[in-house]
């Protein structure tokens, strides 16, 4: 695993990009320094989200935020202290966070002989705990504002940061501090909060495919990977390109757990004081991880169309004054139509600047498509439009994949094609993760061939009986480094892996498959 306290290996390659097949891990990392999306910080496990990946971070934030807005939800804010106290009243909840907590006992510093340190004076009187998820802290607030079944179903978002110490980080994917949203929300019934539950996971499944262009596999967690405090946890899972899974989104059904630790309850239509039931649910940057390595090369990031904060960027190429004037003219003539058919465009009209180092730059970052604007293109008029991400050919040389991605039209068929051609990319990459993620799973019925998928054929998702109890779980989880992903839902089942059978570990009846796979 990568840590933050590592320093960068020296890297190989085209900008400095370490050949995926070499070294992922040091892959990673390189793509996101060559995109400039974000840095480690002075803050050991913290880092700093530079602009253009937080420009994709916003793009993501507008994607949900109208769906979540779309389904009745509200946006609110709460708090980033918790007192202890309020942690601690939902049992399993605070126990399956207590190591991960960032905890504040003082409010001042106190200099002393050059030293600074907490003033003892300043201790608090009650422990507060910096947010590792807010469920705690909202009840409590929820407590005024249900009363009667008139006020629900009650369905608040909140956009934040979070605190989980983890020990061992990597950008995007897990630090110490990251942003996401989380919702809560509370019903009369049961059925409604687990039906907000299923239907929250529908959404993240509509954003990580058609956005991401990253297909996911949905399914609900083992009682041992629960989210702490939940009766039940659906998920979303991606493959990434060396095989392994991410988790990239869950929704919780909570019951009333956290109604009844505190104390919120409701005077039903029948005049009844009940207990509401209730659901949470969550993504956060580490869905930028997942497109990072869902779609990249060794070229560096690529970006599917609808989530690009550019999704087009304009070169103008010129030698003589001469030249840039007319060229220059011809080039926002271009970006004026582009962005009047809503399109995100840049210009890149920068001086001191060469169209090579141009290039560079915006392959790097991932832009789906280049124009180029120069007096050739003048004279035919014409323009060059290069795609960032073109269909796969095996076996094909990587300058042959590289001319074929350029492509020469006369300037009104250019024009008029450019949403096309975003268009067919953002299905592409789609199509092309899915195919990927199809070839890297196998529906598995032994231990030997199991063993043999991880360990020579390079893993992937394996569709697999399963009986065992926990430390059986852990027991595969230390002979091959891998767990379970998912209990899939059966749409999400193909064929060749549906009915009962024999547990791959200890032989007893197992009613479905589920999926193992390595993870981030």
Known sequence: MIQQTEKQKPAAGEGGITSRAQDYGQWYLDVIRRAQLAEHSAVRGCMVIRPHGYAIWEKLQRELDDRFKETGHQNAYFPMFIPLSLLAKEETHAAGFAKECAIVTHYRLKSKDGVVAPDPESKLDEPLIIR???????????????????????LINQWCNIVRWEMRTRLFLRTAEF??????????TEAEAI?????????????????????????????GERFAGALDTYCIEGMMQDGKALQMGTSHYLGQNFAKSAGVQFLSAEGRLEYVYASSWGVSTRLIGALIMAHSDDTGLILPPRLAPIQIAIVPIYKSDEEKVKVLVEARAVFAELKAQ??????????????????????????????????????????????????????????????RAKSFLPRAEAMASIKTILDEMQKE????ARAFRDSRSRVIDTIADFERFFKEEGGGFAWVHW????????????RFETSIRCIPL????????RGAGQC?????PSAQRVVMAKSY
């Not at 009986?467 to 230390?478: R, T």
């Open 504 to 508: 791959i570990l200890t032989g007893k």
């Open 132 to 154: 590792p998820t807010s469920e705690t802290i909202i009840w409590e607030q929820f407590k005024g504002w249900i009363q009667s079944y008139r006020d629900l179903p009650l």
């Open 342 to 403: 809503g399109l995100a465009v840049k210009l890149d009209d920068r001086e001191g600047f060469t169209p090579g180092a141009k290039y560079y730059e915006w392959e790097g970052k991932g832009v789906p498509l280049r124009v180029e604007v120069g007096p050739k293109d003048l004279e035919k008029g014409s323009l060059c439009l290069v795609r960032r991400f073109v269909k796969d050919i095996p076996g094909e040389a990587d300058q042959a994949r590289r001319k």
């Open 429 to 432: 990459l789609l199509e092309r």
């Open 179 to 188: 942003l996401w949203q989380e919702g809560h929300t509370a019903h009369a």
């Open 195 to 223: 039906a907000e539950t299923e239907k929250m996971l529908g959404v993240y499944t509509d954003v990580a495919e058609n956005i991401l262009a990253v297909p996911v596999l949905r399914g609900r967690k083992t009682a």
């Open 490 to 497: 059966p749409d999400d089942i193909p064929a060749a892996a």
């Open 467 to 478: 009986a065992g109890d926990a430390a059986q779980e852990e027991e595969m989880a230390k």
